[in-house]
């Protein structure tokens, strides 16, 4: 969210230099902020997106890294697959409201 090079301590990271990696409340990270506003596009978790994976019925996609992702895995244009109805503390959902 804040340009072509990694920096650790902008969002919620294994390499964030405060403690332990683990889920944070929203707006932890300030500076975790695109140039639209929008808030905590990495360190969060990897969350569950609409569409059809090709040839398996039996997966869905996941977008965006986690909070314990490696860093190229942390962009939230990577993507993944899991299978569908997989739960843990680094998958969820974005819940978002019209102002």
Excluded: K, M
Aim: hydrophobic share 30%; net charge positive.
């Amino acid at each position: 969210p804040w340009g072509d090079s990694w920096e650790p301590g902008f969002c919620n990271s294994q390499d964030a230099e405060r403690g332990d990696a683990r889920p944070r409340p929203v707006g932890s990270f300030p500076e975790d902020v695109s140039v639209y506003g929008v808030a905590d596009l990495a360190g969060g978790v990897s969350e569950w997106v609409r569409g059809d994976v090709p040839h398996r019925v039996d997966r869905g996609w996941l977008r965006g890294g986690s909070w314990n992702s490696h860093p190229q895995q942390a962009r939230i244009c990577s993507r993944t697959t899991a299978p569908r109805g997989t739960r843990g503390g680094t998958i969820g959902f974005r819940l978002v409201s019209e102002r």
